[in-house]
């Protein structure tokens, strides 16, 4: 099976504006976890939709939102971009069911100017 | 916060066994060890996990203490592509409200 899928790998902002990532599962996985990946704060839990519903929220202001779609790929959305933001994006997919173990993707790279 | 605790940084000859510790005290009883490494900025590679019965595949051993307060990852034979930084966590099964905390992990190094 393929793997985790991030588009872009690597993206360039401006303070100020807003930026889509985009994630597609492992085929079958219907949950989708999102992370950010910081050198001072590591990696912190944004947030896990399973089909089409937030299931679970982390501590993040809520510039930060995403979304699922009914073939389980899932996007996620920063607005408003702060410096702070510039982060490694990680995804992660599981089954959805009782199995919980989570495949990451390799990350989008996010860098805010 | 974390619920696992583990060495900042640990060294091992190429070619010999690497173990890593972790401790986990706290640990409920549904509650599964994993284990997940992640080479420099590359998304996290899932490893292993169990809940209290030693588990090998075939990157990996795990061995957990009876009491299920710690366990130590094994990898047998250490190679160079084995440096990364190893991440202990404990996560309930079932527990679709939980998600994977991960903590500043265990930096393996390699040596040739």
């Known amino acids: 099976k393929a793997g985790v899928t991030q588009t872009p790998r690597y993206l360039i902002k401006t303070r100020g504006q807003q930026v889509t990532l985009s994630c597609s599962p492992i085929?079958?996985?219907?949950?989708v976890s999102w992370y950010q990946q910081t050198p001072g704060q590591g990696l912190q839990f944004l947030f896990e939709?399973?089909?089409?519903?937030?299931?679970n929220k982390g501590n993040f202001p809520g510039r930060f939102s995403g979304r699922q779609f009914s073939n389980s790929r899932s996007e996620m959305n920063v607005s408003t971009l702060e410096l702070g933001d510039s982060a490694l994006y990680l995804c992660?997919?599981?089954?959805?069911?009782?199995?919980?173990?989570?495949?990451f993707g390799p990350g989008t790279r996010l860098l805010v100017l | 916060d974390a619920k696992t605790t583990q060495p900042t940084s640990m060294d091992c000859a190429e070619g010999r066994a690497a173990n890593l510790p972790c401790n986990h005290s706290?640990?409920?009883?549904?509650?599964?060890v994993y284990w997940y490494r992640q080479i420099h900025s590359q998304g996290p590679q899932y490893i292993i996990h169990?809940?209290?019965n030693n588990e090998t595949n075939e990157m990996a051993s795990l061995i957990i203490t009876e009491d299920r307060k710690s366990s130590t990852l094994i990898l047998p034979h250490a190679t160079l592509r084995d440096t990364a930084v190893y991440y202990c966590?404990?996560?309930?099964?079932?527990?679709?409200?939980?998600?994977?905390?991960f903590g500043p992990g265990t930096r393996l190094s390699v040596l040739p």
């Open positions: 706290t640990i409920s009883g549904n509650e599964y």
């Open positions: 085929s079958g996985h219907r949950s």
């Open positions: 966590i404990v996560r309930a099964r079932d527990n679709y409200g939980q998600n994977f905390v």
């Open positions: 992660a997919s599981s089954p959805g069911r009782e199995q919980e173990t989570q495949y």
């Open positions: 169990g809940l209290k």
């Open positions: 939709y399973f089909s089409e519903t937030q299931r």
